[in-house]
């Protein structure tokens, strides 16, 4: 089997430092070669992930261009994704095309037909109601939980083969070898959703170091963040994400107790998580995918937090850790952190959450998104030329 896994124009994958759909891709291609899949990326120039062909328009990833107005960046995504159609009208040997681009790709490839397409659903589907409520039949959709595709209007879950849990490397990694301390962890982009204000209050009255790591509007460092607030002509000023940093969770940084370090990547990233006491989740809406818990359990961090969205799904409350309703029984757990068994944590990583058991899942979904196609015997796409998207046909991605 040949799949075009479409990751994108925003990030590289892997993605060096925050990137959630490009981390779940970068998982997903290893085990996925593993197993005889062929894969072709259409992605950016910067990605260095091994593939067996790359397609891609922009040398760069866009994100940076995502905190524009819409007018300024609407042609972005359907700059790659026009590209992408007309490789795949140029050829004839892919068999799937797995889509992780928000509406544009499912709109655009449903509209111009081609190979069937699995399309994976990573956001809060109440974000577009006209869309997702008229969902294009031919185009077959998972979720990454059950908790995310119960949201989903009628259509959307019509369009579903069922949800697929996010995965983790580190699920197959050995335990760091990393001090334990006393700090607790909060992990993901700074903004009103990820609840940063509340972790610090806790922490705060709690007398609980808390180190919050995570970028804001793409600004990866204090010093980043300084340099916007000190220009009032800047464009990120105004942001929602910023002005929650500044009037929400800044008043409570000390840089001693409560700290906001910026975001990390990489080794640095794993060690600050694992020497962690616990990793806080007081998440302030319904988490489609929890990547972060995922992460947490692969590493044995004990995850405490709020029972919303997935977290239920991944958390078994007093085994693999702790879940609250309220803010102030969030409290009172964290002092409980200690009846959780790290192994326990990391055994169910290993068992659940491992990147080989998600492409498994994702590999009977192509199969039943292939034989969905069948019965609907679309007719092949017309011939037609043009081009635009570079196509590296090497057993490696630049």
């Known amino acids: 089997m040949k799949v075009l896994i479409n990751a994108g124009p925003w990030l590289p994958v892997p993605p060096t430092g925050y990137g959630g759909i490009e981390n779940v ?4 291609i290893p085990p996925l070669r593993r197993m005889g899949v062929r894969v072709v990326l259409a992605t950016v120039g910067q990605s260095t992930i091994e593939v067996d062909e790359v397609l891609r328009v922009y040398d760069e990833g866009q994100f940076p261009h995502l905190q524009e107005p819409y007018n300024q960046v609407m042609g972005i995504a359907h700059a790659h994704q026009a590209a992408l159609v007309a490789e795949l009208r140029r050829r004839d040997d892919i068999d799937l095309v797995h889509d992780h681009l928000e509406v544009v790709g499912p709109a655009v490839l449903s509209a111009l037909g081609g190979p069937p397409v699995l399309h994976t659903l990573h956001w809060d589907l109440r974000k577009h109601p006209d869309f997702y409520g008229s969902f294009p039949r031919d185009i077959s959709v998972n979720g990454v939980s059950n908790s995310q595709l119960s949201r989903a209007p009628a259509r959307l879950r019509a369009a579903s083969l069922g949800a697929v849990h996010l995965a983790t490397p580190l699920a197959d990694a050995p335990p760091l070898d990393v001090p334990r301390g006393e700090h607790v962890i909060v ?10 204000h509340i972790a610090a209050r806790v922490c705060r009255d709690l007398g609980l170091p808390l180190v919050m790591a995570g970028p804001v509007c793409g600004l990866n460092t204090p010093e980043e963040l300084n340099a916007v607030l000190d220009d009032p002509g800047h464009p990120l000023n105004g942001h929602g994400d910023l002005r929650y940093h500044a009037e929400r969770v800044a008043p409570y940084l000390d ?6 370090i910026g975001a990390v990547g990489g080794e640095e990233r794993d060690r600050l998580y694992a020497s962690a006491r616990a990793a806080l989740f007081p998440i302030q809406w319904d988490e489609p995918g929890g990547t972060a818990v995922v992460e947490a359990l692969a590493l044995g961090v004990p995850p405490v937090g709020l029972r919303r969205g997935v977290l ?4 078994e409350h007093g085994r693999t850790g702790l879940l609250a309703d309220t803010e ?9 952190v200690d009846e959780i068994d790290p192994e326990e944590c990391r055994r169910e990583a290993r068992t659940r959450f491992s990147p080989h058991v998600m492409a498994q899942r994702y590999l009977d979904l192509y199969e039943r998104t292939l ?7 679309k007719p092949p796409l017309r011939s037609i030329a043009g081009g635009g998207m570079a196509s590296v046909a090497a057993a490696r991605a630049r």
């Not at 840089?255 to 906001?260: A, N």
């Not at 102030?328 to 409980?336: C, P, Q, S």
């Open 25 to 28: 891709v970068a998982t997903l």
């Open 187 to 196: 992990m993901g982009r700074i903004c009103p959703m990820k609840g940063q």
């Open 255 to 260: 840089g001693d107790l409560i700290r906001w």
């Open 312 to 315: 239920p799904e991944i958390i």
């Open 328 to 336: 102030e029984e969030l409290v009172g757990l964290l002092a409980r």
């Open 371 to 377: 034989t969905r196609a069948r019965r609907r015997a």
